[in-house]
């Protein structure tokens, strides 16, 4: 075992890794808040009238499922991690199974939510009248990219040209056609990243089910780790598909999540060794 050394204190590697561990789950905390902050501002100028009561999973879908999916981790650390097997039963076991049940039920909303955008973005209109006559009578945005609306003035509305515009079915938001089509591939791009995230914590909760069973073999761990592989393969495509198309909070907020449930994976790749290890020390 290697060891570093901080101020004469020597601090061995699996110190090191939970203080970067513990730093990752900080940071998707503090998304938790910048997703809020844009999801806000979004709202602001897709829900002109206000976000009503049963659109507010649409309007704030990703500070939503973001939060969700942090709680969600806690969970995953505790159980693979911080507490002992012994500790993981009776009220523990199913307060942990409440709070993840609620995660989960949020999460599945989340991803009804993303789905819905998706066909609400598909509803785009020809919009017949003039760009600028728009923007005079005011009240309408103009959409440049994902999550970036600005209002529609006389100003900016000569950027769009003589070019074909779209307006946005039940909105007074309009962009051009190539704007659209991107944003469109984003929300695409949402719904798969959130399909594979749901299949993938399917089959991290049914390898920790059957650790607590003691029933987590290396065979059947080796065909989760194939699953795992190809989940995490698509939503590593996902997150450089938005490094270059997205904005850079859902590349870094993506790239964190990867890094974090590498982290649960490496929890649940030490706690099935030592189980695995432990008839061996008691027969020896």
């Known amino acids: 075992m290697s060891d570093a050394t901080t101020a004469g204190i020597p601090i061995d590697r699996y110190t090191l890794f939970r203080v970067f561990k513990y730093t ?9 808040g910048a997703f809020f902050l844009e999801n806000h501002a979004v709202a602001a100028a897709v829900f002109a009238d206000g976000v009503q009561p049963g659109r507010v999973i649409e309007a704030y879908n990703d500070s939503i499922d973001t939060l969700a999916w942090v709680i969600l981790l806690l969970v995953f650390e505790l159980e693979t991690f911080v507490l002992p097997d012994h500790k993981l039963r009776g009220g523990v076991k199913w307060s942990l199974n409440a709070i993840s049940a609620v995660c989960y039920l949020f999460i599945v909303y989340s991803f ?11 509803q785009l209109l020809p919009n017949l009248q003039p760009v600028c006559e728009l923007a005079a009578q005011g009240g309408w945005s103009l959409v440049q990219g994902a ?25 007074q938001v309009l962009g051009s056609v190539d704007s659209w089509h991107s944003i469109q591939r984003l929300a695409w791009t949402d719904v798969i990243n959130a399909g594979a995230w749901l299949l993938l914590v399917a089959v991290l909760a049914f390898d920790v089910w059957l650790q607590l069973r003691h029933e987590l073999s290396n065979r059947i761990m080796h065909y989760s780790r194939m699953i795992k592989a190809s989940l995490y393969f698509t939503l590593l495509l996902c997150a450089l598909y938005w490094g270059i198309s997205g904005t850079f909070l859902d590349f870094w907020d993506a790239f964190l999540w990867l890094v974090a449930f590498f982290c649960i994976e490496m929890n649940l790749f030490q706690w099935q060794a030592e189980t695995g290890a432990e008839p061996a020390v008691q027969t020896g």
């Open 112 to 122: 009804y939510g993303y789905v819905v955008e998706m066909i609400s973005l598909g």
């Open 147 to 171: 999550d970036d609306y600005v209002a529609l003035t006389t100003a900016n509305c000569a950027a769009l040209g003589s070019g074909e515009t779209l307006r946005l079915a039940g909105a």
């Open 24 to 32: 990752v789950y900080l940071l998707l905390v503090f998304n938790v």
